[in-house]
T-cell receptor, first 113, second 113 residues
Framework: ELKVEQNPLFLSMQEGKNYTIYCNYS?????LYWYRQDPGKSLESLFV?????AVKQEGRLMASLDTKARLSTLHITAAVHDLSATYFC?????????????FGQGTRLTINP | KAGVTQTPRYLIKTRGQQVTLSCSPI?????VSWYQQTPGQGLQFLFE???????NKGNFPGRFSGRQFSNSRSEMNVSTLELGDSALYLC????????????FGPGTRLLVL
């Protein structure tokens, strides 16, 4: 069964600092997604990583994918308050013959001034 | 172009009742997926529809059902509501089945009393 695990689950950091969120998954997949969710809101797509070694950057966020290690990272550079949100990674997988998107538990990020 | 829309946005029902939620995908998108989000279980895949046919299904009881119309709009129905069905129900659309970035709607927040 495909399992997706994120860590940490909670992260409180100061503005200006750097940090990394990790996403591990248990079976082979060539497609990994990162989403952002603000409180009470829906999911906003951040990145789609399609191949081993893929790296994508948008502003202060950078995501990478290592399919051999089954690991993706979301790196935050010089954090600002506006990045406070819950971040989810999700992996495409086939479970019992069905294609499914399996989400991690989410990382609740709080950035303090 | 307009995003994914879901109606209603909020709903309160009592145990034993049934409920129907609606999702209109982005124009031109033919695949619609449904997810349940709860604090305890996180984001879980319910089902996916493409060309009016259910293509994938998650591990939910038969009380959860859905359908898709010829204009790609989708409805989800939950019968005999239980307290544990209280959740945010998210709909996502994509151009084709399974292999594209999904765009999420704002969600329907269901409270079962």
């Amino acid at each position: 069964e495909l399992k997706v695990e994120q860590n940490p689950l909670f992260l409180s950091m100061q503005e200006g600092k750097n940090y990394t969120i990790y996403c591990n998954y248990s079976t082979t997949s060539d497609r990994l997604y990162w989403y952002r969710q603000d409180p009470g809101k829906s999911l906003e797509s951040l990145f789609v990583l399609l191949s081993n070694g893929a790296v994508k950057q948008e502003g202060r966020l950078m995501a990478s994918l290592d399919t051999k290690a089954r690991l993706s990272t979301l790196h935050i550079t010089a954090a600002v308050h506006d990045l406070s949100a819950t971040y989810f990674c999700a992996v495409d997988g086939v479970i019992q013959g069905a294609q499914k998107l399996v989400f991690g538990q989410g990382t609740r990020l709080t950035i303090n001034p | 172009k307009a995003g994914v829309t879901q109606t209603p946005r909020y709903l309160i029902k009592t145990r034993g009742q049934q409920v129907t939620l609606s999702c209109s995908p982005i124009s031109g998108h033919r695949s619609v997926s449904w997810y349940q989000q709860t604090p305890g279980q996180g984001l879980q895949f319910l089902f996916e529809y493409f060309s009016e046919t259910q293509r994938n299904k998650g591990n939910f009881p038969g009380r959860f059902s859905g359908r898709q119309f010829s204009n790609s709009r989708s409805e989800m129905n939950v019968s005999t509501l239980e307290l544990g069905d209280s959740a945010l129900y998210l709909c996502a659309s994509s151009l084709v089945l399974g292999q594209e970035t999904q765009y999420f709607g704002p969600g329907t927040r269901l409270l079962v009393l």
